[in-house]
């Protein structure tokens, strides 16, 4: 993952007038941008492109933005890839739809250049700390190593989406203290990213199907926290 505005960016649309708009802002910033306007042609442009990030519409013909994150988000290369929809659609349940299917971030239209530029900056801020920070954790019987984005339970490889991998190692990094919804959406998707709370219980669950109920412990009423006991 480069670490500056020269990210390689995917905008996936399928109204002609928004693409325009992110490329134009975008290359102004430096940023190389690949166009694609439907998730089955992102897939395409995907592999050849190797984008850092894609902005994907989510209602769009052929197939649509949530349909493509998913398929996506199974491919290793892209296991790792910032995944930001775009959507006029405000409803929570298209939210939750969104980071269900793998996304890391959530914007809704009209879209705001400066604020999106500011989104990535953020990206870019985050991946720099997190590089800067201990690339192996032993903890709770797993080994989770921040170089490879694996985690390693005895033997067994598991390989998370980048969100889950961090919201892991984060836990991971301070066993046994509780976190509140609120600190590990501050932490893990920043304060200047907007998602709801309840992105973490979903985030949260996805990562307990992977490596186990025993590892992430539920605090009622508090948050959670990483469990060494």
């Not at 102004?28 to 592999?47: L, P, S």
């Not at 989770?144 to 694996?150: H, K, L, N, P, V």
Request: with cysteine; proline share 3%; glycine share 4%.
């Amino acid at each position: 993952m480069q670490l500056t505005n020269n990210y390689k960016i995917l905008v996936v649309d399928d109204d002609p007038d928004i693409a325009e708009l992110l490329h134009y802002n975008l290359t102004r910033e430096g940023y190389e941008v690949a166009q694609a306007d439907n998730g089955k042609k992102a897939i395409e442009v995907a592999h050849t492109f190797k984008p850092d990030v894609i902005l994907m519409d989510v209602m769009m013909p052929v197939m649509d933005g949530i349909a493509a994150c998913r398929q996506l988000r199974e491919d290793n290369d892209f296991r790792q890839t910032h995944i930001i929809f775009l959507t006029a659609r405000a409803e929570e349940f298209s939210e939750v739809a969104a980071f269900e299917a793998g996304a890391d971030d959530f914007i809704t239209k009209p879209i705001k250049p400066r604020a999106l530029l500011s989104r990535l900056a953020a990206f870019a801020r985050r991946d720099a700390h997190q590089e800067e920070q201990d690339k192996v954790i032993e903890a709770g019987g797993l080994r989770i190593d921040r170089t490879s984005f694996a985690v390693f339970k005895g033997e067994q490889k598991i390989t998370l989406p980048k969100k889950e991998f961090e919201l892991l190692a984060f836990l991971a990094a301070t066993p046994n203290k509780v976190f509140s919804r609120e600190e590990l959406l501050n932490n893990v998707w920043g304060s200047d990213v907007y998602v709801i709370a309840r992105t973490v219980d979903v985030h949260i669950r996805k990562v307990r199907e992977k490596i186990g109920e025993d590892n992430i412990r539920t605090i009622k009423g508090v948050g959670y926290k990483f469990n060494t006991d």
